[in-house]
């Protein structure tokens, strides 16, 4: 299906994302985030329901001046410490900051969260097509929409939903700023599972993809 998820992605649509049976074994709405519309929120609070996040590849946060959240706390007493999250204790937590687009009013609106997304991926572009970037004038912090920096090694340094969506688009040759959301079970307050997940998918004519194969054609494409 990575093929066929690639399409989708190129195309502006949702895939499912779901990521690995060992590590969060969680589902994630996955989008291009230049193609995200106040619709595309709506779909994802509603049949999601976690964080709306967007991820950006490493060298654009870097380019952007984006830092890692944990690295900005490190001082505080609530930082978060080496080995405090349970299905990744190699790494640290891949948040940045959580910023609104200075057009918004309140920027949790799905119109402004839509716009802050947009724009996000517009200075992605131009920072990696080697344009100068005042990410600092167009965005406000503390936002509502939560930044994600990617390792700078990818998959090879870090297996998460962060670095599978940027891997992804880099595969599929688009802006490497993705949208996620993952999605939760209602009934049980847990992550939706995986079977769940591919039903909706395919209720939604969707693709659904996991990381073994995200992992395995990136493998295999850096390998040739």
Not at 19 to 42: C, G, K, L, M, N
Request: net charge negative.
């Amino acid at each position: 299906m990575i093929d066929e998820a690639l399409v989708a992605l190129r195309e502006g649509k949702f895939i499912l994302l779901y990521d690995f049976d060992d590590r969060e074994r969680e589902t994630d709405f996955t989008i291009r985030s230049d193609a995200v519309t106040p619709r595309h929120i709506v779909q994802m609070r509603r049949d999601g329901g976690g964080l709306i996040c967007t991820a950006v590849h490493p060298v654009a946060a870097q380019r952007l001046g984006l830092p890692f959240a944990s690295d900005v706390l490190r001082a505080m007493v609530a930082a978060e410490r080496e080995g405090d999250i349970p299905y990744d204790r190699k790494n640290h937590s891949s948040f940045s900051i959580w910023v609104n687009h200075r057009g918004t009013f309140t920027g949790i609106t799905d119109r402004d969260r839509a716009l802050t997304i947009t724009a996000i991926a517009d200075h992605v572009k131009k920072s990696l097509n080697g344009g100068g970037s005042n990410f600092h004038e167009v965005f406000r912090t503390p936002g509502h929409c939560a930044l994600l920096r990617a390792a700078d090694a990818l998959l090879d340094q870090r297996r998460g939903q962060t670095e599978l969506s940027v891997a992804l688009a880099e595969m599929a040759g688009i802006t490497p700023a993705i949208t996620v959301c993952e999605m939760l079970d209602d009934k049980n307050g847990l992550a939706l599972s995986k079977e769940d997940a591919q039903r909706y998918a395919k209720k939604h004519g969707l693709v659904f993809i996991e990381g073994n194969e995200v992992l395995e054609r990136w493998e295999a494409l850096r390998s040739s």
